[in-house]
């Protein structure tokens, strides 16, 4: 199951208890004679608080519950021909009364019949929702909306359009659930199955309940299973840590706390590079193609002059900018990238007469020319203070060919394959500070970089992965609030439990000095600095790292801040007594000044596009995993990406601790119950161990289900098919509730999985994807049981979605794991998934190899898989083999007690 959580917006849908959307006749006398039966059923067998309501029209009435959910305390008050403003108008009467857990509402489709209008319909379902949060507040609805069916398909426009409209309030709302009814009613032709419904074409045949019946029976189950599994009070929820809302890149502050001593400082900072480098899709580094730079239409502007470039940081995607030189050189001179940020136009920008006039009167520049462009006034004064620099575009903007910049790399695919704008900028500008230092005039030891804004972004995350660069400066961006807000700035797995700050540390002890403005990093000299004069410190350096803010001035790169640059980039670059450090006036170019490309300089024939170029990455990617040859290299390079996306390696012993809350003994069986704890995620998680005692041999069988331990039972409360065979066999066996399963699903939270469908590196690169928290709380509990006395040896086995976790975890386990490992994958692949809020994402699963490929950092244990699919599994078997390993593949899915016998039969 899984539950949509967002805000509700109250204040939209609060409203009285009165008639709303009602016809001309009294709902309350219409259906006088259906109340009157329901008060002497209730008299008869009145109904206990806390149950299953299912409520609506007739396709509710005619719903046989007893049947279809014998295992529920089901209520059925539908009554034909009803509206949603009937059940608005009596909810005292239906709902309110019976106090239910859950709420199962069908209507929508007699207002259609009706004439109403879509608008209406969800004003009406609006109003409903308002009262049930009203008057039974921790109740759950979960809405059926208008189906599709035989007789009034001529009314499925409108249909579409009420379920549209309702469908945004569901997703709004943390408590309603939205059963998509379409999909599963409608044949291969995209019409209603005729199977599915009786003579009328209108009501449910008994294999039209079947269908309904699959899709509301998760909701209706107690999540946390028989009471024999819950390990908590009722209604009580694990006190985790996580149970929190999601970090977002606009949150107001996001804390970062260095390490204290060198030793443990530098073991962090390798371990935040390697977390760039996998975010940007750049780990393994790609092979570094010839840039075979194109270098023309000098320009002498007296004192410096100006080229345009281009060259191909890799086949189809090109790097274009200016290069502007000293006049005259004598020696070797530094060397400066320059990327430019979100200025309108790129390179090409031009603030206007309005603007510019702003600007010389604000003080923030004393030239017409630099107020117009403060891009070229860095460049030209920069080249003037004896300079080599290179002011390069960003991804889709000014002549940057190809792509545009914020789309085309922000979807599923994208995400799979850790494709991203960031990590083609990131790269362009690796490339073009190659392309800087092979100029014959610059002096490799004294390379620097400075950006603003986006591009301060790319100074401070070259610097933190390229050590070539000696002096930075990045502008405007570093700071402990905003983080980047295009998606060039973002990328999955960027700033886990990290921020710009941290990047930034990176370059320490090298100098860096930073500006700030009235913008997200006006608190620079007070949060931000001071952690990183505690990196400096380290070094003995903290004078290094510089950082001052200019209040008076908005976001800006303007010659006040520019000014503080020069004289930084003066000083570190080891530049002479005498140089000008004073921006001082210049010729304002045009864009056909500016521009790379013309008559006798066109765009390469082999530009890629967005479609092209991902095509051309991923296949890169292939060859990168192809090259592996070694289990100590595939370790190396996969290990090191699959510890970035899974969350972190197998905590350490000091970070688990167990509490025991219940310990009973049933027919023989010792049923222990009690709370794992980790220390470094906050992580609570609900456990439970059966073991025979006078049996018991040592070895513990660790049960990892997607219902959570409950999988250790029937729906009777006995065992599970295949668990009393494993007790007499000697084993004791575990199960818990990982991260949103189980116990942790009985009660609501602000926790939420859904993932920003404008860019998921909204998401991903500030929250671990859900699969990764599961995956973590495996390897948590697998350290809990190593740590239990008499226990000598763990295995694994993984059903349900449970299966992909156990197996993601065991990649993660170091080689002198010796237990078994048995997981039911069901046919599930990465490749195969449909959307982005797909509990199972895995951001980069496809880029090392989906789960084949993931599970062959496993490759010196036994594992066995069922279930199987995909390719892969031949090339794992290999690497298993010559690692020593033994990988076992069958394509058939297997039940938990064929898996637990398997086990047994090893």
């Known amino acids: 199951m899984r539950t949509v959580v967002c805000l509700l917006a109250w204040a939209a849908l609060v409203v009285p208890a009165v008639v709303v959307g009602q016809d001309a006749e009294k709902p309350a006398s219409r259906w006088a004679s259906s109340f009157a039966d329901f008060d002497r059923q209730d008299q008869a067998n009145p109904p206990k608080a806390g149950g299953v309501l299912f409520l609506g029209s007739s396709s509710i009435r005619l719903w046989k519950l007893k049947d279809a959910f014998p295992e529920v305390d089901a209520l059925n008050r539908g009554f034909g021909g009803s509206q949603i403003a009937d059940s608005v108008e009596n909810f005292d009467h239906l709902v309110t009364r019976y106090a239910p857990r859950v709420v199962v509402f069908y209507a929508g489709d007699n207002d259609i019949a ?66 998509d009814l379409e999909k599963p009613m409608l044949g291969a032709e995209g019409t209603p199955r005729p199977e ?46 996580r149970l929190r809302p999601q970090r977002t890149l606009s949150d107001a502050y996001h804390p970062w706390t260095p390490a204290t001593s060198k030793e443990e400082w530098e073991q962090q900072a390798d371990a935040i590079r390697t977390q760039i480098l996998v975010s940007n899709g750049l780990w393994p580094l790609p092979e570094k193609t010839a840039l075979t730079p194109v270098i023309h239409s000098r320009r002498d502007q007296g004192d410096y002059t100006i080229e ?44 206007g007469d309005k603007a510019a006039a702003e600007q010389l009167a604000s003080g923030a520049e004393a030239f017409t020319a630099g107020a117009h462009s403060p891009l070229q006034a860095r460049m030209v004064q920069l080249a003037r203070m004896g300079c080599t620099v290179f002011h390069y575009d960003m991804i889709g903007y000014a002549d940057q060919p190809g792509l545009a910049h914020r789309t085309d790399f922000n979807d599923l695919g994208a995400t799979q394959w850790l494709h991203s704008k960031m990590g083609l900028q990131t790269w362009n500008s690796i490339r073009a500070l190659d392309f800087v230092a092979s100029l014959p005039e610059v002096d490799p030891q004294r390379l620097a970089v400075t950006g603003a804004s986006g591009g301060g972004t790319q100074t401070f995350i070259l610097c933190a992965i390229d050590p070539r660069p000696a002096v930075s400066f990045p502008a405007v961006m570093v700071s402990t609030a905003m983080q980047g807000g295009c998606n060039c700035e973002n990328a999955d797995y960027l700033r886990i439990g990290l921020n710009n700050v941290a990047f930034a540390a990176l370059f320490a002890p090298k100098p860096m000095a930073m500006s700030g403005a009235d ?59 005498d140089t000008p450090t004073k921006q001082s006036d210049f010729e304002l170019l045009s864009v056909s000044d500016l521009s790379v490309f013309d008559e006798s300089h066109p765009k390469p024939s082999d530009v890629m596009n967005a479609e092209s170029l991902r095509a051309a990455l991923e296949e890169q990617s292939r060859q990168q995993l192809e090259s592996l040859k070694s289990h100590a290299d595939y370790q190396e390079v996969i290990g090191a990406a699959a510890t970035v996306m899974l969350g972190g390696s197998v905590p350490a012993a000091n970070d688990v601790e167990t509490e025991e809350r219940d310990s009973t003994v049933v027919d023989g069986v010792t049923r222990v119950k009690g709370v794992l704890t980790r220390g470094s995620n906050g992580a609570q998680i609900p456990a439970l ?89 495996v390897l948590t509990t697998i350290v809990a049981l190593q740590q239990r006395d008499g226990v000598k040896q763990v295995h694994l ?79 794992a078997q290999q690497r298993y083999q010559k690692a020593g390993g033994q990988l076992t593949v069958h394509s058939e899915s297997s039940s938990l007690e064929q898996q637990l016998q398997s086990l047994l039969k090893r």
Not at 131 to 153: D, G
Not at 329 to 350: E, K, M, S, T, V
Not at 691 to 715: H, N
């Open 689 to 777: 161990a059966l073991i025979r005692d006078d049996l018991f041999k040592g070895e513990a069988v660790l049960l990892i289900d997607g219902r959570g331990k409950q999988a250790l039972f029937d729906p009777t409360g006995g065992h599970a098919p295949g668990i009393d065979d494993l007790l007499q066999a000697g084993y004791a066996v575990v199960g818990v509730d990982v991260f949103q399963t189980g116990e942790f699903l009985k009660a609501p939270s602000d926790y939420s999985a859904k993932v920003d469908e404008r860019d998921p590196a909204y998401t991903f690169g500030y929250n671990l994807p859900l699969i990764s928290q599961r995956v973590q709380d």
């Open 114 to 179: 009706a004439g109403k209008s879509p608008e209406q319909v969800a004003k009406d379902f609006n109003a409903f929702v308002a009262l049930l949060h009203q008057h039974v507040p921790q109740a759950k609805l979960v809405f059926l909306p208008i189906k599709p069916s035989l007789k009034r398909w001529n009314l499925i426009a409108e249909g579409r359009a009420a379920n549209a409209l309702i469908q945004e309030t569901c997703e709004r709302d943390p408590l309603v659930e939205y059963i």
């Open 196 to 241: 599915l419904f009786a003579k009328d074409g209108l009501h449910l045949s008994p294999a039209g309940y079947a269908v309904w019946n699959d899709l509301v029976r998760p909701y209706l189950v107690d999540p946390a299973g028989p009471k024999e599994a819950q390990v908590l009070p009722a209604g009580e929820v694990p006190t985790d840590a």
């Open 519 to 577: 913008d997200w990093t006006i608190d620079i000299e007070t949060k931000g600095l001071p952690e990183l004069k505690q990196v400096y410190g380290l070094y003995g350096a903290a004078d290094m790292v510089q950082a001052r803010c200019y209040p008076q001035f908005k976001h800006n790169y303007n010659q006040v801040a520019r000014e503080m640059m020069f004289e930084w980039m003066k000083q570190h670059l080891k530049l002479p007594a």
């Open 308 to 351: 345009q470039v281009y060259f191909a940081s890799r086949p189809g995607l090109y790097v274009t900018g200016q290069l502007y030189r000293p006049k005259k050189i004598d020696g070797q001179i530094p060397g400066i990238l320059c990327p430019h940020g979100h200025w309108a136009n790129g390179r090409f920008y031009d603030a």
């Open 797 to 875: 086995v993984g059903t349900g979605e449970g299966g992909l976790w156990v197996a993601l975890a065991r990649s993660l386990l170091s080689a002198d794991f010796d237990g078994a490992t048995n997981v039911n994958l069901a046919g599930f692949q990465f490749s195969n998934l449909s959307g982005l809020q797909d509990p199972n994402l895995l951001p980069g699963a496809l880029k090392y190899g989906d789960v084949p490929g993931l599970l062959s950092l496993a490759a010196t244990g036994h594992v066995t898989v069922f279930g199987a699919a995909g390719d892969g599994w031949s090339a």
